[in-house]
């Protein structure tokens, strides 16, 4: 008899150990201190508590195994995609433990912890142009694989639908277990992926939940990871359907928050998480009672320079 | 006459200008006669009190005003400004 079991390769079980270094991160709840209503709770998900330390490991550990289970990426080809930093560095976490080289097109103005975790990860970095932002490293990547047929894997995280799933598949699951009551989910959008793929599953799951996005105020603003939609390349999976409201949070609002959460949960996050807490008190204070759940996508270990500059204040 | 290079994004309020000649001076009257002519810059670079956001990255050439001397910093006639935008593309 032909057995039906399908041949596993060396790859795919290296693929498949290091699931267990993927999500189920643990959550925080924020003071009433912080909150200023006692009746409305906030919960955010410790995203950097991941293999790469942060949110990414979901896309990114998703799509890889995606592309390496339908044959895309195997040891001889290379995984080539545009990134701000934090894709950058799960792929490469991901694929210096599996064995798979790693190309990146990073803008030139990265910040400087991120290029060198990356360069010590082993990638090989294409700098782009820092007037572009990644809309011109998706350009450069793009280029690179019309260039040489056949020696890239082009992950393209902003069009990958494996970006959505891991939140639809892991992130929103994870929240209905760890806070049922939940009212509101709240997060802020980049390639989208996030509140994407984490709204739909709650929306399908629990039709009450509020599904709120937040964007930056505008183009030129300090939250990396953020994408104002507005002026930038829209990334292909973004769903305008599943945002029931957008609310915009400024740069000064997220550094603002990022002292006082530090001041009062002892907390150092990262100014994109620092702007989810922000915008998630601006929901709060429209609200006479609730669970509103953000994600934290990371903490202050790769910034720095804002970190310095936020608690001089 | 300066020039000032406009980022991608930014360029949806510059008419998809991308360079920019300017009368020069210092860094404020530059930024100032920039928003002057094109309006819908102005909430994307100054904050409330006129002064330029925080986080909005500027360079003179290829050093930072920051280390200059900030909104005062000279801009002759050759001097390439240039606004960086923050990193985005994440979540």
Redesign the interface.
């Known amino acids: 008899m032909i057995s039906a079991t399908k041949q596993v390769s060396s790859l795919e079980s290296k693929i498949l150990a290091l699931s267990e270094k993927v999500g189920n991160t643990p959550i925080h709840n924020f003071s009433s201190a912080l909150i200023g209503n006692n009746n409305i709770k906030l919960v955010g998900k410790m995203e950097w508590m991941q293999l790469g330390g942060s949110v990414k490991a979901r896309a990114a550990y998703f799509i890889i195994k995606n592309a390496v289970e339908s044959g895309q990426l195997t040891e001889q080809t290379i995984l080539l995609d545009a990134t701000s930093g934090n894709t950058g560095i799960a792929y490469a976490a991901i694929a210096k433990e599996a064995g798979i080289r790693v190309s990146l097109c990073l803008p030139e103005n990265a910040s400087i912890e991120r290029k060198q975790i990356l360069t010590e990860l082993g990638v090989d970095i294409v700098y782009t142009s820092p007037l572009e932002g990644t809309d011109g490293s998706q350009q450069v990547a793009r280029e690179l694989v019309k260039d040489n047929p056949g020696k890239y894997f082009y992950a393209d995280q902003y069009k990958n639908e494996n970006n959505w799933k891991a939140h639809y598949n892991t992130t929103a699951l994870e929240i209905l277990n760890q806070v049922p009551t939940i009212t509101h989910f709240v997060a802020g959008m980049g390639t989208t992926g996030t509140f994407v793929g984490t709204g739909r599953r709650l929306r399908e799951i629990n039709p009450a939940i509020r599904l709120i996005a937040f964007q930056p105020d505008s183009a030129l603003h300090g939250l990396e990871g953020w994408k104002h939609l507005e002026t930038a390349v829209v990334p292909k999976i973004y769903d305008p359907a599943v945002a029931d409201e957008i609310i915009e949070v400024t740069t000064e609002e997220s550094y603002d928050m990022l002292k006082k959460v530090y001041d009062i949960e002892g907390l150092l996050l990262s100014p994109s998480s620092a702007a989810n807490v922000a915008g998630a008190l601006k929901v709060a204070a429209t609200l006479t009672e609730g669970t509103i759940v953000t994600v934290l996508p990371d903490n202050s270990d790769k910034y720095s320079e804002v970190i310095k500059k936020v608690l001089k204040k | 006459m300066a020039t000032i290079?406009i980022?991608?994004?930014?360029r949806?309020f510059t008419n998809n200008t991308a360079k920019l000649q300017i009368a020069g001076g210092t860094i404020e009257s530059s930024i100032k006669e920039l928003t002057t002519n094109f309006p819908d810059l102005k909430?994307?670079?100054l904050?409330e009190n006129g002064r330029i956001?925080?986080?909005?990255?500027i360079f003179v050439g290829d050093e930072d005003i920051r280390d200059l001397q900030q909104e005062q910093t000279l801009v002759k006639d050759d001097t390439v400004v240039?606004?960086?935008?923050?990193?985005?593309?994440?979540?």
């Open positions: 290079i980022p991608t994004p930014l949806k909430r994307h670079l904050d956001r925080s986080f909005v990255n240039s606004i960086i935008p923050a990193i985005a593309g994440g979540l």
